[in-house]
């Protein structure tokens, strides 16, 4: 099912004002683009990572609905907050993973729970994340950007909007946010 970024912004502020029925509507016009952004996320892990698109998915639509006091603005407003959801829930698998490695409190998980992430990978995406947060520090608007761009799959145009800049303002941040991650990063190694 598909539905223009107009009708889906148009339940999406429905929603915000109380419409429980809004969000019956908006969720399958959502779906997919949800789907595709866990693949996206997905994509950077190990093939063998038992955390699956489908359960990422679902662990961030229970997020994304209890977001009560969330004025969503836009489609794309959405998918941004859909974006950092998804990499925080990676994220906080990595960690548990570095926890349980370095013998950390143990932690009871259902078998549908469990997650598999090599070392490596864990490693990588904490490594990411500690330079983002250094990002952010020192220019947060570079560090969405990056976020935006590649976890959550947003285009330029729908990230100028998200932000409230230009598109020229994106691709300059995106172009200095890359280079200096890629110092911060090999800076580390």
């Keep these: 099912m598909s539905a223009s970024p107009t009708k889906i912004t148009e339940l999406l502020i429905d ?7 809004a969000l019956d509507r908006l969720m399958p016009l959502i779906e997919r683009e949800l789907r595709r952004l866990a ?4 994509r950077h892990e190990d093939n063998d990572h038992l955390l699956q698109t489908t359960a990422l998915v ?11 006091r969330t004025h969503w603005k836009s489609r794309a ?5 859909a974006a950092t959801i998804m990499r925080r829930i990676l994220l906080n698998y990595a960690r548990d993973r570095r926890r349980q490695k370095r ?21 990588e995406l904490i490594a990411l994340d500690e330079a983002l947060v250094k990002l952010a520090a020192v220019d947060e608007r570079k560090s969405r950007v990056i976020e935006l ?4 799959g947003l285009t330029v145009e729908e990230m ?14 995106l172009n200095l946010a890359r280079a200096w991650l890629t110092l911060e990063l090999t800076r580390g190694s």
């Design 149 to 152: 761009h590649y976890f959550g």
């Design 58 to 68: 679902n662990e961030a639509y229970i997020k994304l609905v209890n977001q009560n």
């Design 77 to 81: 407003h959405f998918f941004a907050i």
């Design 39 to 42: 693949h996206s996320y997905m």
């Design 160 to 173: 100028a909007a998200v932000l409230c800049v230009s598109e020229a303002t994106i691709n300059r941040d």
């Design 15 to 21: 929603w915000s004002k109380g419409d429980k029925a």
């Design 103 to 123: 013998g950390g409190d143990a932690i009871q998980v259902s078998l549908s729970d469990l997650t598999i992430m090599t070392d490596e990978k864990s490693e």
